[in-house]
C-alpha cells in the first residue's frame, strides 16, 4: 500500500533511488511485486541519458506513486550490468530504460524517447499495479469519518488527492469530511472546485446533496414551532416542507422523508414540486443501498406511477 507523508505525497527518496550492486534486489527486484519499478540505466559520459533522466524523474513524480524509479551507473556497477546483460537485458546500448513489475522486466526501452511516448511507457507500467494502494487509502478514511474522526478522515481524503485529482471517491469524502466539522463554507469551495472529469462522478453528486442539505439545515425553523403549525393545518403546505427540513436538520432523515411523501401525496405540483425534488436530494445524499432511501423512493415509485 502507498505510504503518504504528512503534506499527502509520497517521500520522493521513496520514488526516486541510486541503486547498486548490493541494493538492487531489494530496491528493484523485492518492490517490483508492491509497484511498478522503472529502471534507468545510464553512464555520466551518455549525452541523451543527461536529456532523458530528469525527462523520466519529471514524469514518475507525476505519477504520484504508482511507480519507481531506481537509477543504475552502469559504470560504477559494471559487475550488476553484465550480469543482467547474461540474463538477457540489452545493455550495451544506454539509455536503457526497463520496467519491473512482480520481480521481473515486463517492458523496455532505449535511447531518448519523446515525452509522449515516455509517458505512455509509464501509464502501461503503471496500470499493471493497480492503483498504488490508494483503494485502500480512500477504504481507511471512509472508516475515519464513520468513527467521527472527520479531521484525520479529511487530511487522509487531501493527501490521496494529492496524488491522484481526479479520484471522485477522495473528493466527495473530502467535501463529507468538511461537513462534518460543519465547515460549510470549505466544503462548497470543494465543490465548485471539483475537476471537471469527475463532477458528475455519483461521489460527487452524493456530495453536492449533502452540501445542499447543509446550507438548508442552516436556516432550519424551529422543530416545536413547525411541527404544531402542521398538526393545526394539515394543509399549510409551506409549513410541512419547512417542518420536513427541520427535521432532516436534527437528523431525523426517516421522518424528514415521509413528511415530503405526505406532501407530495397532497399536492405534487405544489412549488413546481418541491417536495419531489427535495426527497431527490435527500435520496441522492444517502448511499443508494441504504434502507431509508430503498423504502423512500419505492412508496415515491409508487406514487408517481399510481
Avoid at 63 to 80: E, T
Avoid at 163 to 173: H, I, L, T
Avoid at 248 to 270: K, P, S
Amino acid at each position: 500500500m502507498l505510504e503518504l507523508n504528512a503534506n499527502g505525497a509520497a517521500p520522493a527518496g521513496d520514488l526516486i533511488k541510486d541503486a547498486t550492486e548490493e541494493t538492487f534486489m531489494a530496491d528493484v527486484i523485492e518492490a517490483s511485486k508492491e509497484v511498478p519499478v522503472i529502471v534507468d540505466f545510464w553512464a555520466t559520459w551518455c549525452g541523451p541519458c543527461k536529456t532523458l533522466g530528469p525527462m523520466l524523474e519529471e514524469a514518475v513524480t507525476k505519477a504520484g506513486g504508482k511507480v519507481k524509479m531506481v537509477k543504475v551507473d552502469v559504470d560504477q556497477n559494471q559487475r550488476l550490468a553484465q550480469a543482467l546483460a547474461q540474463q538477457g537485458l540489452p545493455l550495451q546500448s544506454i539509455p536503457t530504460v526497463v520496467g519491473f513489475w512482480d520481480g521481473r522486466p515486463v517492458d523496455m526501452f532505449q535511447g531518448a524517447v519523446p515525452a509522449s511516448e515516455l509517458n505512455a511507457f509509464i501509464d502501461k507500467l503503471a496500470s499493471l499495479g493497480g492503483d498504488g494502494g490508494l483503494a485502500d487509502a480512500v477504504a481507511a478514511a471512509e472508516e475515519m469519518l464513520a468513527e467521527g474522526a472527520a479531521a484525520d478522515a479529511a487530511q487522509t481524503f487531501a493527501a490521496i488527492l494529492e496524488e491522484d485529482p481526479e479520484n471522485a471517491a477522495a473528493s466527495g469524502g473530502l467535501i463529507r469530511s468538511y461537513l462534518a466539522i460543519e465547515q460549510v463554507e470549505q466544503a462548497e469551495a470543494m465543490l465548485a472546485n471539483v475537476p471537471e472529469a469527475i463532477a458528475a462522478a455519483p461521489e460527487i453528486e452524493a456530495a453536492r446533496a449533502q452540501v445542499e442539505l447543509a446550507k438548508q439545515a442552516q436556516s432550519a425553523g424551529p422543530l416545536g414551532d413547525l411541527s404544531a403549525a402542521v398538526q393545526a393545518d394539515p394543509d399549510n403546505h409551506q409549513a410541512r416542507f419547512d417542518f420536513a427540513l427541520a427535521l432532516h436538520a436534527n437528523g431525523d432523515v426517516e421522518d424528514a422523508i415521509a413528511e415530503l411523501l405526505e406532501l407530495f401525496r397532497r399536492d405534487r405540483d405544489w412549488n413546481e414540486a418541491a417536495a419531489k425534488t427535495q426527497l431527490f436530494t435527500i435520496f441522492e445524499a444517502l448511499k443508494p443501498n441504504d434502507p431509508v432511501a430503498l423504502n423512500g423512493r419505492r412508496k415515491l415509485s409508487s406514487m408517481l406511477f399510481a
